[in-house]
Every structure is written in structure tokens, then in C-alpha cells.
């Protein structure tokens, strides 16, 4: 009868009903906070806001790029937000119940503990419960489990939410709802909101926090130090020379912080993921582009994944004088047209057509349970034919060596092959043992039978690219741990036997130690694939997961980048953070050469944004110490930032890069950026000494430091540009004619309070900027040997050892 209607009203008061809402991600209040209210927007904001007030908004300029940045981050975590929100296991949009004697559809979450679902093939089931009765009920829990076959459920076995009813009907009693019932066990944990690591964003995260501990004292310093300049504290308020005071901090201040490098970074992800859904592979989240050339370590599921996830036969083995071929041809091609047929029956269909249609007198029909079926023809091959595992018919003789049938099952068994055996018998099937579901007597075997799982065209080749850069693989599944290593071995991969899942440690370092040993396990529950993701990563290594069901969605949302395909569930490609669209998996080469461009093409520009810090840095200490007049107004710092470092840094991001990834990005990009910032910073000291000493006036003397930071800063851009291509000489060219024009023509010179800088000043301009080039080279000759070291070091790194695949060319061209 099911629930009555005050029951159903009880229960729903008391919110025992199968309503689910996780907490699934940051709020949108959260997130501008988190990119818009940041100490360095403040600072920026803040400035950019007094130079407004005070009327100078000639000198605001930097404010725009701030903006732009805070916008792009704010983009990009709604993406990844929206995706977490879109999560949802229960495809199913209507539950079917019966209720007070008549059968009703209502919303999932309508659903209430106790209810009686009526489950039917097709149907996706909305909350965990116990079948209370059942006609043929086989429900596929792959999506939950891994496990590829269809499982038989019988009056009171538990049914899963999330799994799907494909054979039979029954109806079943709902004894877990909501946020309790398996699926959403999984919900809960996978929607928990997380950014995807990234060395890129880490390494730029930090500077940008050592600068927020630096900016305050040296904005102190600096505006001390100018006030001093303009007289002193009390003289310069009453002199209004206060105003040019806290321009020149300004000035100071906003130098100091590298907003364009994460604007740039921004940028280079985005066009890298553009690209990519151009190639069908989705970008979740954009630092997931630079993730993957990163990842040293990729674990693959096995269903769905390297495989399509169905089952295409694969031969025939007749054992000798056992029975006539046109007999075993006959019962087979009934077994694979029969309605009721499974999904490894269906496969006879093709090799073995029906040609004379066989008539069934009684039949059992196959069960997972039991794992084999019956037939007696009344109209065909005589006898009874079964069909099904061998060691569920024969038992012991079936993997007895000494025997025909054991010897033939045991070594295509050993193949990886998943074998079944035809059986026959002289006598027929009776009622009773139809309806006690017994195997007749005096059975006999006929043949074996071989079934592969269709393997992805494209795998094979993918896995070889992975083993050439020295990328270690783990191959994960459900399956049998026999089968799933055969299929490895079919794609190239070296494993002798695959290691059951069942035996693993519960200790996590020696999980860790067995997974540096072994490459492919079965019988891996979700749970275990959690913590093998988790357990790699604790031996140092950057973890790839990929997958499609949800019995995945733990891992791929654990891994450092998670892949799913998009033939997988809702659950697997809303936490993913790569989606191959088309489920090719010979895109994932694709996205390691994009990451790669990526991470190249951003360490190279970051030395120019860092070289920028390091000098802007080195100015406020020394000019304050000093209490020395800031030799910049913040527009004639836009100048450089703008010619020498901005624009041709977003060419430089963009540009073709293969460069293998190497560790240790911060590391090398402040081995050039310190030193190089710190000989211009000391240079225009020097230069600001000489020239005030020189007697040469305020206006030249900005000018000329103006001159030679952007002389110096495009000698900078071509050092670091080396190689130098067409393209890169075009960009260097065209900044330099662009600098040529600031500095030329009326408007500009004007706008930017740039004049003749006299003989003198020349004279001295023109040494300052030889002796500071000649310096740079100096400190590129050094960087390069770091480079080199760095490279030398990963070349004799082990397969699969963390933090980077071995690199035959990566920075080749930097060495150069």
C-alpha cells in the first residue's frame, strides 16, 4: 500500500524527507571580497583616489589595470563556482512512489523515509533503501561502485541512490534520504569548494605577500623622506608642497606592486583554456591549463576512461567432441537475440546471427547473483544448454589445470580475458528446477567463451606519450585485477599481474610504498581511490586523476588536476577540472603542451614584472634613507610600465612555447629580477646624485631617469626575450619607436612633463645607461648558469620521481 498520507505529512515535519542543499561553495560575497577587498586593490584604490582629489589624474593611470585584474579574478572564480552549483547525482528528474495503494510521481526531494519506490528499467534511483520485492531487478551501480556488470537484486538487497534500474522491475522501501543516502555522501564532500593548485599563482601569491609586509615601512620611509625634501613636515603644509610629496609616494608605492603580472597571468590561462575548447576539452578553472604539465603522476580509471565501457566478444574456444559447432552456433545466437539478454549476451549478436529461430520450453534467466543462465528448446538443440561463469557451473574443475575445460579456462583467464563457458546436458529443464533456479545434472562442457572490453582507440598512444615524458601511470578500477591488467598490457604497459585492492595496507605510508611499487589494481572501492590519490601526494608527487563516474568524483576532486570525460556523470565533471568533451583521450597531450607554453611564457614575462618590483623596491629604500626627491611622477612611470613590460609581456605570454616544466619557477625568476633590480635601482641613484650635484634642474632630471629606465628596461625585455625571433623583434622594434615617439612629439612630451635634459645631463644619461646594461648582462650570464643547473638536476630525475618529468630541451632556448 506504501505510506498514507498523514504518514508522509509526519515524516516530512520532522525533515526526514530527501531534500539535499550542500554548502557548495564560497558566496558571491565572498568571492569579490576576496578579489576586490585585498590590501594591494586598497593601496592601488586608495591612491588612485587621492591623485583624483588632488587633481591629478594624469598620474592615475594604474588604477585601470587593478580594476582589470579584479574583474578577470572575479570571473574566474564564478566559473568554478557555477560549475560546483551545477552538481547534480540525480539525473532523474521525477521518483515514482506508490502511496495510500496508487502509484504517483513526485520531485526527488519529495522522496521521505519509509516510502515505497517502484523502480523500473530506466529509472534512476533517488534514495537508498531495500528491494522489497523484485521480478528480474538488475540495477548498474558502475557509476558508484566501478563494477561494469548489471547486479542482481533480490528481496532485501540494498538499492543505491544514484544507480539505475537496466533490467526488471520491483519496488523498493527508502531507508536512507538526503544528506545520509550514499549518493549524496559523495555530493557533499565533492562540492566542497577549492581552487586547483598552481605553482603560478602560488609563486605570484607570494611575492605579492612578502611586498604587503615591505610597502607599509617603505611607504613611510619614502613619504618622510619627501616631505623632508619639500621642507619639512610643517613647511610643506604650509607651502602646499605636501601635494607633490604624496605624488612622489604614490609614485614610490605603486612601482612596488606587480598587479600586471597576475593580470597577465590571468590572461595567458585564459586564452590557453579558449584554446582548448577550440581542441573539445572544457577548462573548468584556468590554472588548470598550467596543471597538468606539472603532473608527474596520472591516475587512470579504467571504465569509461582507457576503456568504453562495454563488453565485444572476443572468440570461441570449442572443446573437442564436446558438441556440434552448428548446435553451440544455434544456442548461442539464441542467447544473444533473447529479450531479457545482458549486456555480454548482446554481444553474440553480430558473430553469431539466428538463422533458424530456436523455440524455448523453459529457461532461467541469468542472474548476477548466480552468474549463469538456462535453456531447453522445444523447438532446437536438444538437451539443456547453460551458459555463464565457469567456476559457478563446474566449480573446482573449472580452474583444475589437470582437466580439458580447467587447463583452457585458467590459461585465457590468465590473458586478462573474461571468460565464460557453454554447458550442456542430455536432460531438460523441469518446473522445479526452473522455479528452484538449479542446474540439471550430468552437464558437460561445450566451449569457452572470450570477451574483451573495447579499449579506446586513442589510448594507447596517449599512455606511450605519457611514457615518454617520463609521466608514471596507475591504473585504477572496480574490475577484476587480472582483467584490468591484460588491458594494460594491450596499451603498452608494463604489469606482469594486477595487485587486489582488497589487500592493501590501512597504513597510509606503506599504501604510499605499494603504489610506488605496483601500476594497476583492481577491485579498488571509491574510498581506496581517494586515498591512493592522497597517498602519492604525500611521496611529493603532482597527481592527475581521471575518470567518469561517481564513484571517481572523490578522487578527481582530491587530485591536484582532475579530469573526467564528458560521457561520465554530472558529479565527475562539475568537481573536474579539465572535461574532454568529445572523450578523446588524446587531447591530454594537447593540454600538457598548452600548460606547457603557459608556464614558460609566464616565468619569462615574470622576470620583467619581478625585475620592476625589485627596482621599484630598491628606489624607495635607498631615496628614503637617502631623503632624496623621487625622480618619477607615477605618469612617467606608465611609460615604462606600459612600453617596456606590459604590452610586449602580453605578446611574450602568448607566444608558441614547448618548454618541458621544470620546478623551482619563483627561484630561477628572482635569481634575475633581484640582482638586475637592484643595478638599476643603485644606477638611478647614482644618476640623481650626479645630476643634482650637476646643478641640473628638476623637470631634466625626471626626464632623464625617465630615459634611461626605459632604455635599460627595453635591453631588459631583450635579454630576456632571447632567442630573438621575427615576431619578438617586431614586438621589441615597435616598443621602441613607440618610446622614440613619447619622447619626440609635442603631445606627449607635454602630457608626460618630459623636456630637454641639456648636454650634461646627456652625457651623463648615456654612461649610466652603458655601465647598467653591461651590469644586466653580467647578471643574465649568472642566471643562466642557475638555468642550467636546474635542468642538469632534472635530467637525472627517475621516471615518475615528484615535481617534474625528465626534460631533455626544457629551457633550452633560455641557455642560449
Given at each position: 500500500m506504501?505510506?498514507?498520507?498523514?504518514?508522509v505529512?509526519e515524516r516530512?515535519a520532522?525533515?526526514?524527507?530527501?531534500?539535499?542543499?550542500?554548502d557548495?561553495?564560497?558566496?558571491v560575497?565572498?568571492?569579490?571580497?576576496?578579489n576586490?577587498?585585498?590590501l594591494?586593490?586598497?593601496?592601488?584604490?586608495?591612491c588612485?583616489?587621492?591623485?583624483?582629489?588632488?587633481?591629478?589624474?594624469?598620474d592615475a593611470?594604474?588604477?585601470?589595470a587593478?580594476?582589470?585584474?579584479?574583474?578577470?579574478?572575479?570571473v574566474?572564480e564564478?566559473?568554478?563556482?557555477?560549475?560546483?552549483d551545477?552538481?547534480?547525482?540525480?539525473?532523474?528528474p521525477?521518483?515514482?512512489?506508490r502511496?495510500?495503494?496508487?502509484?504517483?510521481?513526485?520531485?526527488?526531494?519529495?522522496?521521505?523515509?519509509?516510502?515505497?519506490?517502484?523502480?523500473?528499467?530506466g529509472?534512476?534511483?533517488?534514495?537508498?533503501?531495500?528491494?522489497?520485492?523484485?521480478?528480474?531487478?538488475q540495477?548498474?551501480?558502475?557509476?558508484?561502485?566501478?563494477?561494469?556488470?548489471p547486479?542482481?537484486?533480490?528481496?532485501?538487497?540494498?538499492?543505491?541512490?544514484?544507480?539505475?534500474?537496466?533490467?526488471?522491475?520491483?519496488?523498493?522501501?527508502?531507508?536512507?534520504?538526503?544528506?545520509?543516502?550514499?549518493a549524496?555522501?559523495?555530493?557533499?564532500?565533492?562540492k566542497?569548494?577549492?581552487?586547483?593548485?598552481?605553482?603560478?599563482?602560488?609563486?605570484?601569491n607570494?611575492?605579492?605577500?612578502?611586498?604587503?609586509w615591505l610597502?607599509?615601512?617603505l611607504?613611510?620611509?619614502v613619504?618622510?623622506a619627501q616631505m623632508?625634501?619639500?621642507?619639512?613636515?610643517?613647511?610643506?603644509?604650509?607651502?602646499?608642497g605636501?601635494v607633490?610629496?604624496?605624488?612622489?609616494t604614490?609614485?614610490?608605492?605603486t612601482?612596488?606592486i606587480?598587479?600586471?603580472?597576475?593580470?597577465?597571468?590571468?590572461?595567458?590561462f585564459?586564452?590557453?583554456?579558449?584554446?582548448?575548447?577550440?581542441?573539445?576539452?572544457?577548462?573548468?578553472e584556468?590554472p588548470?591549463?598550467e596543471?597538468?604539465?606539472r603532473v608527474?603522476?596520472?591516475?587512470?580509471d579504467?571504465?569509461g576512461?582507457?576503456?568504453?565501457?562495454?563488453?565485444?566478444f572476443d572468440?570461441?574456444h570449442?572443446?573437442d567432441?564436446?558438441?556440434?559447432?552448428?548446435?553451440v552456433?544455434?544456442?548461442?545466437?539464441?542467447?544473444?537475440a533473447?529479450?531479457d539478454?545482458?549486456?555480454?549476451?548482446?554481444?553474440l549478436?553480430?558473430?553469431f546471427?539466428?538463422?533458424?529461430?530456436?523455440?524455448p520450453?523453459?529457461?532461467?534467466?541469468?542472474?548476477?547473483?548466480r552468474?549463469w543462465?538456462?535453456?531447453?528448446?522445444?523447438?532446437g538443440?536438444?538437451?539443456?544448454?547453460?551458459?555463464?561463469?565457469?567456476?559457478?557451473?563446474?566449480?573446482?574443475?573449472a580452474?583444475?589445470t589437470?582437466t580439458?575445460l580447467g587447463e583452457r579456462?585458467?590459461?585465457l583467464a590468465?590473458?586478462?580475458?573474461?571468460?565464460?563457458?557453454l554447458?550442456?546436458?542430455?536432460l531438460?529443464?523441469?518446473?522445479?528446477?526452473v522455479a528452484?533456479?538449479?542446474?540439471p545434472?550430468?552437464?558437460?562442457?561445450?566451449?569457452?567463451l572470450?570477451?574483451?572490453?573495447?579499449?579506446?582507440?586513442?589510448?594507447?598512444?596517449?599512455?606511450?606519450?605519457?611514457a615518454?615524458?617520463?609521466?608514471?601511470v596507475?591504473?585504477?578500477?572496480g574490475?577484476?585485477?587480472r582483467?584490468v591488467?591484460?588491458?594494460?598490457?594491450?596499451?603498452?604497459?608494463?604489469a606482469?599481474?594486477?595487485?587486489?585492492?582488497?589487500?592493501l595496507?590501512?597504513?597510509d605510508?606503506?599504501?604510499?610504498?605499494?603504489?610506488?611499487?605496483?601500476?594497476?589494481?583492481?577491485?579498488?572501492?571509491?574510498?581506496q581511490?581517494?586515498?591512493?590519490v592522497?597517498?602519492l601526494?604525500?611521496?611529493?608527487?603532482?597527481v592527475a586523476?581521471?575518470?567518469?563516474?561517481?564513484?571517481?568524483?572523490l578522487?578527481?576532486k582530491?587530485?591536484?588536476?582532475?579530469?573526467a570525460m564528458?560521457s561520465?556523470?554530472?558529479a565527475?565533471k562539475?568537481?573536474?577540472r579539465?572535461v574532454l568533451?568529445?572523450?578523446?583521450f588524446?587531447h591530454?597531450?594537447?593540454v600538457?603542451?598548452?600548460?606547457?607554453?603557459?608556464?614558460a611564457?609566464?616565468?619569462?614575462?615574470?622576470?620583467?614584472?619581478?625585475?620592476?618590483?625589485?627596482?621599484?623596491?630598491?628606489?624607495?629604500?635607498?631615496?628614503?634613507?637617502?631623503?632624496?626627491?623621487?625622480?618619477?611622477?607615477?605618469?612617467?612611470?606608465s611609460?615604462?610600465?606600459?612600453?617596456?613590460?606590459?604590452i610586449?609581456?602580453f605578446?611574450?605570454?602568448?607566444?608558441?612555447n614547448?618548454?618541458?616544466?621544470?620546478?623551482?619557477?619563483?627561484?630561477?625568476?628572482?635569481?634575475?629580477?633581484i640582482?638586475?633590480?637592484?643595478?638599476?635601482?643603485?644606477?638611478?641613484?647614482?644618476?640623481?646624485?650626479?645630476a643634482?650635484?650637476?646643478?641640473?634642474?628638476?623637470?631634466?632630471l625626471?626626464?632623464g631617469?625617465?630615459?634611461i629606465l626605459?632604455?635599460v628596461?627595453?635591453?631588459?625585455?631583450?635579454?630576456?626575450?632571447?632567442?630573438?625571433t621575427?615576431?619578438?623583434?617586431?614586438?621589441?622594434g615597435?616598443m621602441f619607436?613607440?618610446?622614440?615617439?613619447i619622447?619626440?612629439?609635442?603631445?606627449?612630451?607635454?602630457f608626460?612633463?618630459?623636456?630637454d635634459?641639456?648636454?650634461?645631463?646627456?652625457?651623463l644619461?648615456?654612461?649610466v645607461?652603458?655601465?647598467?646594461?653591461?651590469?644586466?648582462?653580467?647578471?643574465?650570464?649568472?642566471?643562466r648558469?642557475?638555468?642550467?643547473?636546474?635542468?642538469?638536476r632534472?635530467?637525472?630525475?627517475p621516471?615518475?620521481?615528484?615535481?617534474?618529468?625528465?626534460?631533455?630541451d626544457?629551457l633550452?632556448?633560455?641557455?642560449?
Amino acid at each position: 500500500m506504501g505510506l498514507r498520507a498523514a504518514e508522509v505529512a509526519e515524516r516530512a515535519a520532522a525533515g526526514r524527507t530527501n531534500a539535499f542543499t550542500a554548502d557548495t561553495s564560497r558566496s558571491v560575497w565572498n568571492i569579490v571580497r576576496a578579489n576586490v577587498f585585498t590590501l594591494f586593490n586598497g593601496i592601488v584604490f586608495g591612491c588612485f583616489f587621492v591623485l583624483f582629489v588632488l587633481g591629478r589624474w594624469q598620474d592615475a593611470l594604474f588604477g585601470f589595470a587593478a580594476f582589470a585584474n579584479s574583474i578577470i579574478g572575479c570571473v574566474q572564480e564564478f566559473r568554478a563556482k557555477a560549475a560546483l552549483d551545477r552538481l547534480a547525482l540525480l539525473n532523474a528528474p521525477r521518483a515514482r512512489i506508490r502511496r495510500d495503494g496508487e502509484e504517483g510521481e513526485i520531485a526527488p526531494g519529495e522522496v521521505v523515509i519509509d516510502d515505497i519506490l517502484v523502480l523500473r528499467a530506466g529509472d534512476q534511483v533517488p534514495a537508498d533503501g531495500v528491494v522489497r520485492r523484485a521480478r528480474g531487478l538488475q540495477l548498474d551501480e558502475s557509476m558508484l561502485t566501478g563494477e561494469a556488470d548489471p547486479v542482481d537484486k533480490r528481496d532485501g538487497a540494498e538499492v543505491l541512490s544514484g544507480s539505475v534500474v537496466v533490467a526488471g522491475e520491483g519496488e523498493a522501501q527508502v531507508t536512507r534520504v538526503g544528506a545520509d543516502s550514499y549518493a549524496n555522501r559523495f555530493a557533499g564532500e565533492a562540492k566542497r569548494f577549492s581552487l586547483v593548485a598552481s605553482e603560478l599563482r602560488t609563486s605570484i601569491n607570494r611575492v605579492l605577500r612578502w611586498m604587503s609586509w615591505l610597502i607599509g615601512p617603505l611607504g613611510l620611509l619614502v613619504l618622510n623622506a619627501q616631505m623632508m625634501v619639500a621642507g619639512g613636515w610643517a613647511a610643506a603644509w604650509e607651502s602646499g608642497g605636501w601635494v607633490q610629496a604624496i605624488v612622489n609616494t604614490i609614485a614610490a608605492l605603486t612601482a612596488m606592486i606587480p598587479l600586471g603580472l597576475v593580470l597577465m597571468t590571468s590572461i595567458a590561462f585564459a586564452v590557453g583554456a579558449a584554446r582548448l575548447a577550440s581542441r573539445q576539452v572544457l577548462v573548468n578553472e584556468l590554472p588548470a591549463v598550467e596543471g597538468l604539465a606539472r603532473v608527474d603522476v596520472i591516475c587512470l580509471d579504467k571504465t569509461g576512461t582507457l576503456t568504453v565501457g562495454d563488453i565485444a566478444f572476443d572468440a570461441l574456444h570449442p572443446l573437442d567432441g564436446a558438441a556440434e559447432p552448428a548446435e553451440v552456433a544455434a544456442v548461442l545466437a539464441w542467447y544473444g537475440a533473447a529479450p531479457d539478454a545482458n549486456a555480454t549476451a548482446r554481444c553474440l549478436r553480430e558473430p553469431f546471427p539466428v538463422a533458424d529461430p530456436s523455440v524455448p520450453a523453459h529457461a532461467i534467466a541469468f542472474s548476477s547473483a548466480r552468474k549463469w543462465s538456462a535453456v531447453s528448446f522445444a523447438h532446437g538443440p536438444a538437451g539443456t544448454w547453460i551458459l555463464g561463469a565457469p567456476e559457478m557451473i563446474f566449480g573446482d574443475i573449472a580452474t583444475d589445470t589437470a582437466t580439458p575445460l580447467g587447463e583452457r579456462v585458467v590459461t585465457l583467464a590468465a590473458t586478462g580475458r573474461r571468460t565464460l563457458v557453454l554447458a550442456r546436458t542430455a536432460l531438460s529443464l523441469t518446473e522445479e528446477d526452473v522455479a528452484a533456479e538449479r542446474l540439471p545434472a550430468q552437464l558437460q562442457p561445450a566451449a569457452v567463451l572470450t570477451f574483451r572490453e573495447t579499449v579506446r582507440p586513442d589510448a594507447a598512444q596517449t599512455l606511450a606519450y605519457f611514457a615518454r615524458q617520463g609521466v608514471g601511470v596507475r591504473i585504477i578500477s572496480g574490475d577484476n585485477p587480472r582483467t584490468v591488467a591484460a588491458i594494460a598490457r594491450d596499451l603498452g604497459v608494463e604489469a606482469p599481474e594486477g595487485y587486489d585492492a582488497r589487500r592493501l595496507p590501512e597504513d597510509d605510508e606503506a599504501l604510499a610504498g605499494v603504489l610506488e611499487e605496483h601500476t594497476v589494481f583492481g577491485r579498488v572501492t571509491p574510498e581506496q581511490k581517494k586515498r591512493m590519490v592522497v597517498a602519492l601526494q604525500s611521496r611529493g608527487h603532482t597527481v592527475a586523476m581521471t575518470g567518469d563516474g561517481v564513484n571517481d568524483a572523490l578522487a578527481i576532486k582530491t587530485a591536484d588536476i582532475g579530469i573526467a570525460m564528458n560521457s561520465g556523470s554530472a558529479a565527475t565533471k562539475a568537481v573536474a577540472r579539465l572535461v574532454l568533451l568529445d572523450g578523446k583521450f588524446s587531447h591530454l597531450p594537447d593540454v600538457v603542451a598548452e600548460g606547457r607554453q603557459v608556464i614558460a611564457n609566464i616565468e619569462r614575462v615574470s622576470m620583467l614584472f619581478l625585475t620592476k618590483t625589485a627596482y621599484a623596491t630598491g628606489l624607495a629604500l635607498l631615496f628614503g634613507l637617502l631623503v632624496l626627491e623621487f625622480p618619477f611622477l607615477p605618469r612617467q612611470l606608465s611609460i615604462t610600465d606600459g612600453l617596456t613590460i606590459g604590452i610586449p609581456a602580453f605578446f611574450l605570454a602568448l607566444l608558441p612555447n614547448t618548454q618541458r616544466y621544470i620546478p623551482g619557477f619563483l627561484r630561477r625568476s628572482l635569481s634575475f629580477a633581484i640582482p638586475a633590480g637592484l643595478i638599476i635601482a643603485i644606477s638611478l641613484t647614482l644618476y640623481t646624485l650626479a645630476a643634482s650635484s650637476l646643478g641640473i634642474g628638476e623637470a631634466e632630471l625626471r626626464t632623464g631617469s625617465t630615459i634611461i629606465l626605459a632604455v635599460v628596461g627595453i635591453w631588459v625585455l631583450t635579454v630576456l626575450s632571447r632567442p630573438v625571433t621575427r615576431v619578438k623583434v617586431l614586438v621589441i622594434g615597435a616598443m621602441f619607436i613607440a618610446l622614440l615617439a613619447i619622447f619626440t612629439l609635442p603631445a606627449t612630451t607635454a602630457f608626460f612633463q618630459l623636456v630637454d635634459p641639456g648636454r650634461d645631463a646627456a652625457w651623463l644619461i648615456t654612461g649610466v645607461i652603458i655601465v647598467t646594461i653591461g651590469a644586466i648582462e653580467v647578471v643574465r650570464f649568472f642566471h643562466r648558469r642557475v638555468v642550467a643547473r636546474d635542468l642538469a638536476r632534472d635530467r637525472g630525475r627517475p621516471t615518475g620521481q615528484p615535481t617534474g618529468s625528465p626534460a631533455s630541451d626544457r629551457l633550452a632556448g633560455a641557455v642560449k
